[in-house]
């Protein structure tokens, strides 16, 4: 159970990058239910960096503490992060892809949970 709500929040936390370019802040939280029945949630509490990739793409690259509260446990802090680019193809048209990870008992290996996202954007 507490693996699937690790991949679970792995997977949730996943977001693009905002359009500016420099270091920021990204304090998120994302909580999951099934029906009306809370599980967890994960607060990724993350610095990063987010760039140009020449004219027409952008990247970035964040990571810090998550917070890891499974419903009826004791609250965990972990490692989280992620890193993403977009490509404007046309004016409303934007590719983009993530990959994502959260640490479990902060461990790397078996139990390091990654996520990944692809997705197009249409722009009206």
Excluded: R
Aim: hydrophobic share 40%; proline share 2%; charged share 15%.
């Amino acid at each position: 159970m507490i693996k699937s709500v690790f991949a679970a929040a792995a997977a949730l936390s996943m977001s693009a990058g905002a359009a500016l370019a420099g270091p920021y802040v990204n304090v998120e939280t994302n909580a999951g239910y099934t029906g009306n029945d809370y599980n967890g949630s994960v607060t990724d509490l993350h610095i990063g960096y987010e760039g140009a990739l020449g004219e027409n793409a952008g990247y970035y690259i964040q990571g810090g503490p998550a917070i890891v509260a499974v419903d009826g446990q004791e609250n965990e802090t972990e490692i989280s992060g992620k890193a993403g680019v977009g490509v404007d193809v046309t004016e409303q048209v934007n590719i983009y892809g993530e990959v994502s990870f959260l640490t479990a008992d902060q461990a790397w290996g078996d139990d390091l949970g990654l996520g990944v996202k692809a997705g197009v954007k249409y722009s009206f």
